[in-house]
Nanobody
Framework: QVQLVESGVGSVQAGGSLTLSCVASGRTFSSRCIAWFRHGSGKGREARELVAGISWIGGHIYYADSVKARFTISRDNTKNSVFLQMNSLNPEDTAVYYC?????????????WGQGTQVTVSS
C-alpha cells in the first residue's frame, strides 16, 4: 500500500512559479514510476492530463508538450518525495494537480493516487 500526499502553495499570478511536492508512505517508493497529472475545471471526468513523469531512479523523464521547458520533475528517493517545479505559469495551468504512483518497475500503470492540490494562476 502506498499513500501519496501532495502539497504546495496554491495561487500565483501569471508568469510566476510554484513548486509542488508529493510525499509517499511505504517502502516501495524507490521502485515506482511517479507522475503528475492535472484536471482542469470544466473538463470532463476522464480529462486528466499527464503532465510529467519520472521513472524509479530518474533515468527516464516525460513532459507533456504543454509544459516542456517550463516544468521540471525530480525525485529524492531518500525522502520518498517527488517535486514539480513550475515556471512561467499561465492561466491555462490552473487545475487540480495529482501525484500518482505506478506499479513496481513498470512505466505507466498508475495504481495509487494522491488527493490532489489546487493550483490557480491568475492573469
Amino acid at each position: 500500500q502506498v499513500q501519496l500526499v501532495e502539497s504546495g502553495v496554491g495561487s500565483v499570478q501569471a508568469g510566476g512559479s510554484l513548486t509542488l511536492s508529493c510525499v509517499a508512505s511505504g517502502r516501495t517508493f524507490s521502485s515506482r514510476c511517479i507522475a503528475w497529472f492535472r484536471h482542469g475545471s470544466g473538463k470532463g471526468r476522464e480529462a486528466r492530463e499527464l503532465v510529467a513523469g519520472i521513472s524509479w531512479i530518474g533515468g527516464h523523464i516525460y513532459y507533456a508538450d504543454s509544459v516542456k521547458a517550463r516544468f521540471t520533475i525530480s525525485r529524492d528517493n531518500t525522502k520518498n518525495s517527488v517535486f514539480l517545479q513550475m515556471n512561467s505559469l499561465n492561466p491555462e495551468d490552473t487545475a487540480v494537480y495529482y501525484c500518482a504512483a505506478g506499479k513496481p518497475y513498470s512505466i505507466g500503470n498508475y495504481e495509487y493516487w494522491g488527493q490532489g492540490t489546487q493550483v490557480t494562476v491568475s492573469s
